[in-house]
């Protein structure tokens, strides 16, 4: 499957926002899910993916080194929140960079 994720952009590659944020991923290549139970987080394992660059309850704004990018993902899961955390949100037991993605900034 196709979907945005929200990442941090790094000097040295991408990295997930919270879960894992250590991790370093680069584009093209393909990465399996690594499960890092983190305190204060609920446990979803799988990559968190989105089926549309909207993520409200997340700090988008052109100050911060957040980059949504265009991903591929092995679909595990479906799990539906609420319209202000971007509604739907798909568990992925692997994720590949395609392209990072222009934003449009309201």
Not at 62 to 70: L, Y
Request: glycine fraction near 8%; charged fraction near 25%.
């Amino acid at each position: 499957m196709v979907g945005y994720k929200l990442f941090r952009k790094m000097k040295d590659g991408y990295a997930p926002l919270f879960i894992n944020k250590s991790q370093r991923l680069q584009e093209g290549v393909e990465y399996a899910f690594e499960d890092k139970p983190t305190k204060g987080f609920a446990h979803r394992p799988g990559w968190h993916v989105c089926s549309k660059m909207d993520a409200p309850h997340l700090k988008q704004g052109e100050d911060t080194n957040r980059v949504w990018c265009k991903v591929e993902f092995t679909h595990m899961q479906t799990v539906k929140r609420p319209a202000s955390q971007g509604g739907v949100w798909y568990l992925g037991s692997t994720i590949k960079i395609i392209k990072e993605e222009k934003y449009v900034y309201n």
